[in-house]
């Protein structure tokens, strides 16, 4: 396929996909994707950039296209279980129980790879990461290409994944000249950080990447997993997926995460000189030094998690040099958000120990 010149764009309403602009975009985006192109599109976690996922050389433009390392698989996404289980070696009792439950949805499983699934997916792994999203235009855009969808978050590698359109057309549109076929718009993914991974060809089952769908709900449905501290880990080798490397879903400024509210750091660097963002949980923001950026985050856990991506995509553009977060407090409700700005971050002060 010739690479677009520039990125077709259309707005679709969710709640009406099926009206006839709708149609025809999601039609567009559809034969883009089975002729080996990129098509950019919401999910219920973040936008992810996509690709049919039995076609190498369409697979290897995502890994183009964000700068990705090859050691580092991508989520094949499907519309109904039955090729979910086309895609896997071996289906597990686990998948089947697991995907009654939580599919569609954010919850991603990794299973033994069939043959058919193309190496570049998967990095070479003998295993697949397969998810069905929950979101109506990620669901249409599947059933209208009739193709498995392999799709990593629409940001170039190591940046804020996208959670509005908007962030697509300024992160990754921007930054690879036209590498991006379509974008279908469908406003803000609801979710806001990316899928649970859950490894489901070791036994006990090992948690990749914690999400939206917790440890404990995944436990009554099959019993005990592995859930590693997910303290960032000092070596590379010893990861249990190449995603979840230390550096992560950064912002552009240096991050800091502190255990609690750090005034006096903020007044600092703005004393510095030094445009400062600050991420906060604290109801208080009066007496905030001046040209420092306040973002009030929500303290329910779920409304956190919907709101992070969105406030550092915010923080970037506002040009600010550094951002200071108050860590949210430990518990299985505050894991996914705290792994994401604990990846963010270049500094964690913590009660114990300062990490890198
Ligand atoms: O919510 C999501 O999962 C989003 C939307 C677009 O679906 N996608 C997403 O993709 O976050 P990405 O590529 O940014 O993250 C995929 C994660 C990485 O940590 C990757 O290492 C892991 O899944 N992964 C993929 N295949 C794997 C495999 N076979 N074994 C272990 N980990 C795997
Ligand atoms: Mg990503």
Redesign the pocket.
Same mark, same amino acid.
């Given at each position: 396929m010739s690479m677009a010149s520039s990125t077709s764009i259309y707005r679709l309403e969710p709640s009406s996909i099926a009206d006839a602009a709708s149609v025809a975009a999601l039609r567009h985006a559809a034969e883009v994707v089975r002729r080996g192109g990129l098509v950019a599109f919401p999910?219920e976690?973040?936008?992810?950039l996509g690709a049919n996922a039995l076609d190498p050389a369409a697979v290897a433009r995502i890994f183009t296209a964000k700068g990705r390392p090859a050691n580092?698989?991508?989520?094949v996404?499907v519309d109904r279980i039955d090729r979910a289980r086309q895609l896997a070696a071996h289906w597990p009792e686990t998948a089947e129980r697991l995907a009654a439950e939580f599919w569609p949805g954010?919850l991603?499983l @990794?299973v033994p +790879?069939a043959a058919i699934v193309p190496a570049i997916v998967?990095?070479g792994?003998a295993? @697949?990461?397969l +998810?069905i999203?929950a979101h109506p235009v990620a669901r249409a855009l599947l059933e209208a290409a009739n193709r498995p969808i392999a799709?990593?978050?629409?940001n170039r590698s190591n940046q804020v994944?996208p959670t509005t359109g908007e962030h697509v057309i300024r992160g990754l549109c921007a930054a690879t000249d036209n590498l991006v076929d379509v974008l279908l718009d469908g406003g803000a993914a609801s979710g806001g950080l990316?899928?649970t991974?859950l490894?489901l060809s070791t036994d006990p089952p090992r948690l990749?990447?914690p999400?939206l769908v917790w440890p404990s709900e995944i436990e009554r449905v099959i019993g005990p997993i592995n859930c590693p501290e997910f303290a960032i880990a000092d070596s590379a080798a010893a990861l249990p997926?190449?995603?979840?490397q230390p550096r992560h879903y950064a912002p552009r400024a240096p991050m800091e995460c502190h255990p609690s509210p750090n005034r006096s750091r903020l007044e600092d660097l703005t004393r510095e000189g030094r445009r400062t963002g600050w991420l906060t949980l604290n109801s208080d923001t009066r007496d905030v030094p001046g040209g420092a950026v306040v973002v009030k985050m929500p303290r329910d856990p779920v409304a956190y998690a919907a709101r992070l991506y969105a406030a550092l995509h915010e923080l970037d553009a506002a040009g600010v040099e550094r951002i200071l977060v108050d860590l949210p407090p430990p518990g299985e409700e505050w894991q996914a958000v705290r792994d994401r700005l604990r990846r963010g971050a270049t500094i964690t002060i913590t009660n114990t120990s300062p990490k890198r």
């Amino acid at each position: 396929m010739s690479m677009a010149s520039s990125t077709s764009i259309y707005r679709l309403e969710p709640s009406s996909i099926a009206d006839a602009a709708s149609v025809a975009a999601l039609r567009h985006a559809a034969e883009v994707v089975r002729r080996g192109g990129l098509v950019a599109f919401p999910t219920e976690t973040v936008y992810g950039l996509g690709a049919n996922a039995l076609d190498p050389a369409a697979v290897a433009r995502i890994f183009t296209a964000k700068g990705r390392p090859a050691n580092n698989p991508l989520i094949v996404h499907v519309d109904r279980i039955d090729r979910a289980r086309q895609l896997a070696a071996h289906w597990p009792e686990t998948a089947e129980r697991l995907a009654a439950e939580f599919w569609p949805g954010p919850l991603t499983l @990794v299973v033994p +790879r069939a043959a058919i699934v193309p190496a570049i997916v998967t990095a070479g792994a003998a295993t @697949v990461a397969l +998810r069905i999203p929950a979101h109506p235009v990620a669901r249409a855009l599947l059933e209208a290409a009739n193709r498995p969808i392999a799709a990593p978050s629409a940001n170039r590698s190591n940046q804020v994944s996208p959670t509005t359109g908007e962030h697509v057309i300024r992160g990754l549109c921007a930054a690879t000249d036209n590498l991006v076929d379509v974008l279908l718009d469908g406003g803000a993914a609801s979710g806001g950080l990316e899928s649970t991974v859950l490894d489901l060809s070791t036994d006990p089952p090992r948690l990749l990447r914690p999400g939206l769908v917790w440890p404990s709900e995944i436990e009554r449905v099959i019993g005990p997993i592995n859930c590693p501290e997910f303290a960032i880990a000092d070596s590379a080798a010893a990861l249990p997926s190449p995603g979840t490397q230390p550096r992560h879903y950064a912002p552009r400024a240096p991050m800091e995460c502190h255990p609690s509210p750090n005034r006096s750091r903020l007044e600092d660097l703005t004393r510095e000189g030094r445009r400062t963002g600050w991420l906060t949980l604290n109801s208080d923001t009066r007496d905030v030094p001046g040209g420092a950026v306040v973002v009030k985050m929500p303290r329910d856990p779920v409304a956190y998690a919907a709101r992070l991506y969105a406030a550092l995509h915010e923080l970037d553009a506002a040009g600010v040099e550094r951002i200071l977060v108050d860590l949210p407090p430990p518990g299985e409700e505050w894991q996914a958000v705290r792994d994401r700005l604990r990846r963010g971050a270049t500094i964690t002060i913590t009660n114990t120990s300062p990490k890198r």
